[in-house]
């Protein structure tokens, strides 16, 4: 079996062809050889949602997913959010739910992700959809309170 995979893949709608190790990481793909430095690096083994991006829509931890695992797909990251989640950063920003930052990112794809499947998610969802999601500064108040708003805004918009 060959140890290098050639991938073609969408990010952030930018068509990505290149020849990498099979054992390459989506979230090593992104950082250091697309320099997209948006999806962070936390715990590296699926336990703290830092590198969450979505792949064809879904939220996916970057960190424990291949690379070659998402041939053919539509991969976006923070840099990938411009106005269609500007009421997502916008309610983050307004509860001053984003301290070092570190886990926004992808707390912004996952409730983006969420509210493109429910528009009108409630308090359960919102809980469930961020349950992967660790912040060590907020407390999460801010965050839910943020992730609320967002609902709201979605849902009458
Ligand atoms: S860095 Fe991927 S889940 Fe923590
Ligand atoms: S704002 Fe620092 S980890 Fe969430």
Redesign the pocket.
């Known amino acids: 079996m060959s140890d290098e995979v050639v991938l073609t893949v969408q990010v952030n709608g930018e068509r990505v062809r290149r020849l990498i190790p099979a054992s390459r990481t989506l979230?090593d793909l992104l950082r250091e050889d697309l320099r997209l430095t948006g999806s962070?690096?936390?715990?590296?083994?699926?336990?703290?949602?830092?590198?969450?991006v979505r792949v064809d829509g879904l939220p996916r931890?970057?960190?424990?997913t291949l690379a070659a695992e998402v041939q053919g797909a539509s991969v976006q990251t923070i840099e990938g959010c411009g106005s269609k989640e500007a009421y997502i950063v916008d309610a983050l920003d307004k509860h001053v739910a984003s301290q070092c930052g570190y886990c926004t990112p992808g707390i912004v794809l996952c409730l983006a992700s969420l509210f493109d499947d429910q528009a009108d998610a409630d308090e359960a969802a919102i809980r469930e959809a961020l349950g992967?999601n660790?912040c060590r500064c907020t407390g999460y108040t801010k965050i839910l309170a943020a992730a609320r708003e967002a609902a709201a805004s979605r849902s009458s918009a």
């Open positions: 979230l962070k690096h936390g715990c590296d083994v699926g336990d703290c949602g830092a590198c969450t931890l970057a960190c424990i992967s660790i």
